[in-house]
């Protein structure tokens, strides 16, 4: 079922009139629930505004609807605003997942009721101007209207109705024809089966299923268009679509509005193997050869992505797994979600405090560099870890690292600088003598890495709680 995003003109003085279609004047990345991920130069419609949020826009390219500061908007409107425009977006949706009503943003007016109607292109009964009402409620009050109960793939022509005195009505201009998009929801069930859950986050859910037509098991990143929009989903897809390295997992294909309403599918490999810390507890101890095997497969995915100009910058346990298929375990990075093209001067907000570098916490430009660290910071409390961050003051206590090599040291001490351009880079690293034939047996007990396991279980579950 599609709906239909009916924007309608007011006398309201906003400082950008509602209708307007203006250009984005910088690129912004979403910090809050309901906020647009915009690219500079891509045109967007004034829905509505409010004084702490910005404005409430709908992007022309693909339909989708959000929040944007005003420093990021042009005020010299590119189309100036029409009376009724017609636009598809998505539905919202409950807390509990079931579609939720759309809200009017009508910018706190007091306006007289219209009406909709609608009729379709496709219809016999459209050349002799035969209109019906829309949904279930044909009144249009305030500044936007959801059309819904349309079919997908059926082009529709859409029009209001002002009430008179004494029953009679004055009919508006019709519409431009518009088709409602075909959802790939049939199409992703008809080529895969789904199975079970493999994981759940505060975004997505991360199911296993098998192609019906090559027996191939994948697995599924469900993302909740309620938490994630439709454009960073995109972004993120296409930009895991262009990667082929070993160790990292490779995207197959994007299902919109599938399974179901509201949920965007991202196809991925599977990886047959668990988180790498967990395969590692399985064992009452590790040797730092083991450690230097694990690490050059991570750094070599580091260096691939920073030489495609992509930064990670969510590197945590949660996101590094192993697949022990073969004779040898492969590790793979998975969740490319707060991955992106690296430019200079931008500036994104930490993923994850505990794993930030001191430029996320400070506000200041990324680069590849970002994601070279560790997490020797972990305190009592956000302000605690943030400080230790900052500071970059650490130390190897000899109970913990007294059997640890000083090559190995003296690579860790090369990733924990504060200032990006001398921490040592992705490339630099292999190179270290960390990484040489030399074989290192000295043992490492797991115990340590149980304990901070089951810590990070915990707060991973917490914030899944706190953003449901």
Request: charge should be neutral; include cysteine; hydrophobic fraction near 35%.
């Amino acid at each position: 079922m599609e709906h239909c995003f009916v924007q309608g003109d007011s006398s309201t003085a906003f400082l950008i009139p509602p209708g307007s279609v203006v250009k984005v004047l910088a690129e912004f990345r979403a910090l809050r629930p309901g906020e647009l991920v915009a690219n500079k130069g891509e045109s967007v419609q004034i829905v509505a505004y409010n004084p702490q949020r910005g404005y409430l826009v709908l992007r022309q390219s693909d339909a989708e609807e959000g929040w944007l500061p005003a420093h990021v908007l042009s005020h010299q409107a590119v189309v100036a605003r029409k009376p009724w425009s017609f636009r598809f977006r998505k539905p919202s949706f409950s807390g509990s997942g079931r579609r939720g009503e759309r809200r009017s943003f009508d910018g706190g007016l007091n306006t007289s009721p219209l009406l909709s109607q609608n009729s379709k292109q496709s219809d016999s009964r459209h050349q002799f101007g035969d209109w019906v009402p829309v949904g279930s409620t044909t009144k249009v009050q305030g500044l936007s209207h959801v059309v819904d109960g349309l079919t997908p793939g059926e082009t529709y022509s859409f029009r209001v109705l002002s009430p008179l005195y004494g029953g009679a009505k004055i009919a508006g201009l019709p519409s431009s024809p518009v088709a409602t998009p075909l959802a790939d929801a049939s199409r992703f069930r008809h080529r895969y089966q789904e199975l079970e859950e493999l994981g759940l986050g505060r975004f997505a859910v991360v199911r296993k299923a098998r192609d019906r037509g090559t027996s191939q098991e994948v697995a599924v990143k469900q993302v909740s268009c309620r938490r994630q929009c439709h454009s960073a989903t995109h972004a993120e897809y296409s930009l895991m679509a262009q990667l082929h390295h070993v160790n990292v997992v490779r995207a197959l294909a994007l299902f919109d509005n599938a399974p179901q309403l509201g949920t965007d599918s991202i196809v991925i490999e599977l990886v047959n193997g668990p988180l790498l810390f967990t395969f590692l507890c399985k064992q009452e101890e590790y040797s730092e050869d083991t450690v230097c095997y694990y690490m050059k497969q991570l750094l070599s995915a580091l260096d691939y992505l920073h030489n495609q100009n992509i930064v990670y910058l969510d590197i945590k346990p949660e996101n590094v797994m192993v697949d022990v298929t073969g004779a040898n375990p492969v590790l793979k990075l998975v969740d490319f979600g707060d991955a992106v093209c690296a430019k200079e001067f931008e500036v994104l907000p930490p993923a994850n405090v505990e794993f930030a570098a001191p430029e996320t916490v400070l506000g200041q430009p990324t680069s590849c560099h970002t994601d070279i660290g560790l997490s020797p910071f972990l305190d009592d409390s956000l302000e605690e870890t943030t400080t230790n961050i900052l500071k970059c003051d650490f130390c190897f206590p000899h109970e913990y690292f007294g059997d640890l090599s000083n090559e190995g040291k003296d690579l860790i001490s090369q990733l924990l600088l504060a200032t990006p351009s001398q921490r040592a880079g992705a490339s630099h690293c292999l190179n270290s003598a960390w990484f040489t034939d030399v074989q290192r047996f000295n043992v490492i007990p797991t115990a340590r890495l149980v304990s901070f396991m089951e810590r990070r279980k915990s707060l991973s579950r917490s914030l899944i709680a706190s953003a449901s």
